[in-house]
């Protein structure tokens, strides 16, 4: 199994350019996670599913925004990039058995600068 | 007040103490907690995970949960070199499933 994977692992934008950070998942998790982490910080959430069709905003939602279509698949769409969202950029998932277990399976992160 | 407060450190223990590392909490309804540690450039990754008042012991770890007061600390015995890391304190949101970090604390074990 490859758990969870992100693309791309390292990406440059220019200032109000667009992109899309991709997170798979091979575990027939329903519930997926988009973080961010900025220098020596911790991990703010961006935005969250708890399944196929269903998105809700986190911590930080501003300046993104997400999909979720298929179980397995869970992108993370930058607009307009800026340079405050330089940062890098973690997706995880996590399974649930009648209630969510909390434990994050986390991808290796994105790493994103905007010049 | 943010929602998970830890002290960012870095908190240097000599090798073989143990290291005490503590997080509150704002959000009274949270029943799940969870410590994560973080190596430098990789992601993070589960190490004990708390739902009840009291001690949990996993080998050289106990998690201690304190709901009345909103605090959970992560004891690490013996400390290691390898053990030099972020530790992240998350929970999971009473009203959501989201899960939410701390800033983590910097954990340095000098020989």
């Known amino acids: 199994n490859a758990g969870v994977t992100q693309t791309p692992k390292f990406r440059i934008l220019k200032i109000g350019q667009s992109m899309t950070l991709q997170c798979a998942q091979d575990m027939n998790h329903n519930y997926m996670y988009w973080y961010r982490q900025d220098p020596g910080m911790g991990l703010k959430l961006i935005y969250y599913?708890?399944?196929?069709?269903?998105?809700d905003k986190g911590e930080v939602p501003n300046g993104y925004n997400v999909s979720r279509s298929t179980t397995e698949d869970f992108p993370l769409r930058l607009e307009l990039a800026a340079p405050s969202q330089t940062s890098v950029y973690f997706c995880a998932s996590s399974y649930s058995q009648g209630a969510i277990t909390g434990e994050l399976f986390f991808g290796e992160g994105s790493r994103l600068t905007v010049l | 007040q943010k929602e998970v407060e830890q002290n960012s450190g870095p908190l240097s223990v000599p090798e073989g103490a143990i290291a005490s590392l503590n997080c509150t909490y704002s959000?009274?309804?949270?029943?799940?907690f969870f410590w994560y540690r973080q190596y430098s450039g990789k992601s993070p990754e589960l190490i004990m995970s708390?739902?009840?008042?009291g001690d949990k012991e996993d080998g050289r770890f106990t998690a201690q949960l304190n709901k009345a007061s909103q605090y959970v600390s992560l004891l690490i015995r013996d400390s290691q070199p390898s053990d030099s890391a972020t530790y992240l304190c998350?929970?999971?949101?009473?009203?959501?499933?989201?899960?939410?970090f701390g800033s983590g604390t910097r954990l340095s074990i000098r020989p």
């Open positions: 959000d009274r309804g949270s029943q799940s």
């Open positions: 708390i739902y009840s008042n």
């Open positions: 998350a929970l999971l949101y009473s009203s959501a499933s989201k899960i939410i």
């Open positions: 599913s708890v399944g196929a069709g269903i998105t």
